[in-house]
């Protein structure tokens, strides 16, 4: 008897995060390094801008976890130097500069929040479903403003946001479709919190406008899957490699061409602060060396 086959099964979906689908718009190669090379290649040092980043949102997200009574501006100036991260600096001097620095963004930024208007969500998880893929991602902040959900995302880059920055973020856009599913209630609105500047963009999605960044995003799911299961249809062939020490070097697998086909490198500015610049020639020659702490704003 022949076997039966699998034709008209539903094709499994892709599990992805809005981080995930940037990744293989910015650079491919980074995306096969980042979420399909086992062993992962080894990332370069870690970058003071990332450190400044994680400590603001981490101290933020704190903030709201205290009681009433204790959400003070102060409050937060002490939270942010408990969460502070010291990795990617030039010196001490320097960490504890951007530690002051970092101090008064979120004690001014909280000056200017009511304590009692709790969020509906921080660092909350939210996720979908289409026909192509299962997103997830979580948002720094979900507020409610009369029945509609808003999307909240804090940045703390040296570079000021625009109207462009909130309408054309893909992440904002599937956060507000993700979150009106999960917590049944519309969501239109997304703004960028932009701390260093003290500034707020906005955002007022229509369904049409979120429609067509979901069906966006679908394209990108069907792309990367396809190419994911080539890659991971040759993985399956090769013997698994054997395990190493966390501090050993750790190189991208050898893989043949037309697997790197799939996965090419997208050469330009932004490789100079791409994690895997060591492992990828292209991206070599395509930017100068950063140094870690070369992200941050000018003093």
């Not at 004690?107 to 969020?119: E, N, Q, R, V, W």
């Amino acid at each position: 008897m022949e076997q039966l086959g699998l034709d008209g099964m539903p094709r499994r979906l892709y599990s992805c995060t809005p981080s995930r689908l940037n990744s293989w718009l910015d650079c491919r190669r980074r995306y096969r390094f980042t979420y399909l090379d086992r062993p992962s290649p080894q990332k370069g040092p870690p970058w003071a801008h990332n450190s400044v980043g994680a400590s603001v949102h981490n101290a933020l997200a704190a903030w709201w976890r205290e009681p009433y009574d204790r959400r003070t501006p102060a409050m937060a100036g002490v939270l942010l130097g408990n969460a502070w991260i010291t990795e990617g600096f030039r010196d001490q001097e320097q960490s504890t500069a951007w530690r002051d620095r970092a101090r008064h963004m979120v004690t001014g930024y909280t000056a200017t929040l009511d304590p009692g208007h709790d969020p509906i969500g921080v660092e909350r998880t939210v996720a979908t479903r289409t026909a192509a893929m299962a997103l997830s991602g979580r948002v720094d902040r979900i507020d409610q403003r009369g029945d509609e959900l808003v999307i909240v995302d804090y940045k703390t880059g040296r570079r000021p946001l625009d109207t462009d920055d909130a309408r054309s973020s893909l992440a904002l856009a599937v956060y507000a479709v993700a979150a009106a599913r999960v917590m049944r209630r519309p969501c239109h609105r997304v703004e960028l919190h932009h701390l260093p500047t003290a500034s707020i963009v906005e955002w007022e999605h229509t369904d049409e406008s979120l429609a067509r960044h979901i069906g966006r995003a679908d394209e990108i799911a069907i792309e990367a899957s396809a190419a994911d299961e080539r890659y991971r249809a040759w993985a399956a062939t090769k013997p698994r490699p054997r395990t190493r020490g966390d501090d050993a070097p750790r190189t991208p697998p050898e893989v043949p061409a037309e697997i790197a086909d799939l996965f090419p490198a997208t050469p330009g500015p932004l490789c100079a602060w791409c994690d895997f610049r060591r492992h990828c020639p292209e991206g070599q020659t395509a930017s100068t060396p950063r140094q870690p702490w070369d992200g941050l704003a000018d003093d």
